[in-house]
């Protein structure tokens, strides 16, 4: 069986940006040897069901190196509440007067500059408004009282009646003829001056050259560059765009207004699946785990509390464990009913290759009460059917339990090394491939 090619993503702009496979040094990769004094070492808060990341430096390593996690009000990569293409982000005037209210109760002598500031801008438009139309109202009086004069002034005699009457016949006449003759020149009528005056003894018409063109460009486009620029520069750091709540983004007047922020309410975190946060630790060594009431979890407590909250979390692992040492990037498969989907190098560059789909064999009866449903025909006619739909395979990896070991073990990481794995890639059988020629 022949495997599928995977397939590279079309609008991705840094396909030659090469990211490390892993958040960790990789002496292949960086030119530095790895050493205990560089190692880098995160902390990640389980809230129950999750790690989760707060600090952003720690959020950026992860996610650029390896993929791991997912933003919590993001689809991947944490960027909610960040600039996208160098302006800030939008905000809707109840989600500012939001964040001003939590503001205020963390600082109140920064929310109190920006609402002076705030109620000033409204004042000063609202003085602005009120002098523009003062002074278009007092310009249309004016207007209105010197037209009046001039009508008074303005006598019309029968004389002025009869010349206005031939010269308006003289003209009709004129355009009337005009229009009868053949017009040689029609590529040159818009032109003021006559075609012999701008093309001189040539017959071939003018035409610019593509150098004045792409010199016109170009300053057009390095003044656009250096305009936006400047924009940038002068736009300051933890700045907002207000604009009004939209209910009809067609009848709806936003007036944008920017507006600083010098306190950040809301913050995303990166939220590690069970099986990332413990491949960061046990595999990798660089992450950290407080629980709940503040302490650091050992390795130990890890697996057991992680096996307590998600009853398939030891098959789960095995298998994460089993393709993240192959070099691919695994992700949650529950958007296509499997339980994980490979990448390789990343959702960033490539499609999903494979919806892998995990099947329990000889598990013991101390962990019979959390195994997972059997693979029957309509589940898998269905994943069958979603994977032709999405040019993916199906991937059952059957993993096989340890039995003539100690049960103790299994509440210890130490049982990793004794599982199995079997790879099995299932595709619907097509009769024009699998023909064989007979000689009649």
Known sequence: MDLKEPKRKRFNRDQSFVRLPLPVLIEDVSGIAARKSLWPMNVGTFNGDCVIISNQDEVSALYNAGYFGKGCYSRGFPCFDKNKAGSPPVLQKRQWNRRLSWMKKLSPSAVDGIVNESDNNKQDAGKSRHETTHSMSEQETHQLISDESEIDEIVISDEDVEKSKESTSRKRNNEVRSDSRPNKHARFSDESQPPEAIAGSSSKPIELSEDSDS???????????????????????????????????????????????????????????????????????????????????????????????????????????????????????????????????????????????????????????????????????????????????????????????????????????????QEVIYRRWNSKKNVQETTL
């Open 215 to 421: 010199r016109s460009k170009t300053c057009d486009v390095e003044n656009n560059q250096q305009s936006s620029e400047v924009d940038d520069q002068n736009i300051p750091a933890d700045s907002v765009i207000v604009i009004n709540d939209v209910i009809d983004y067609d009848k709806c007047d936003f007036e944008p207004r920017l507006c600083v922020e010098p306190l950040k309410t809301v913050r995303e975190t990166l939220n590690l699946s069970l099986e990332e946060a413990f491949f960061l630790s046990y595999a990798l060594g660089c992450l950290h785990v407080v629980n709940l009431d503040g302490t650091f979890m050992t390795l130990t407590e890890m697996w057991q509390t992680y096996k307590h909250t998600k009853p398939t979390f030891v098959s789960s692992f095995i298998v994460y464990l089993h393709f993240r040492s192959k070099g691919w990037v695994v992700k949650s498969g529950l958007k296509y009913g499997g339980d994980f989907l490979l990448y390789k190098k990343g959702p960033k560059f490539y499609h999903a290759s494979y919806i892998v789909v995990i099947e329990d064999v000889g598990q013991p009866s101390s962990e019979s009460d959390v195994a997972r449903k059997p693979l029957d025909w309509t589940k898998f006619l269905t994943l069958q059917r979603i994977a032709e739909t999405v040019s993916k395979d199906v991937l059952i990896c059957h993993v096989q339990w340890p039995t003539k070991i100690n049960t103790i073990l299994f509440e210890t990481p130490e049982v990793v090394s004794q599982f199995k794995i």
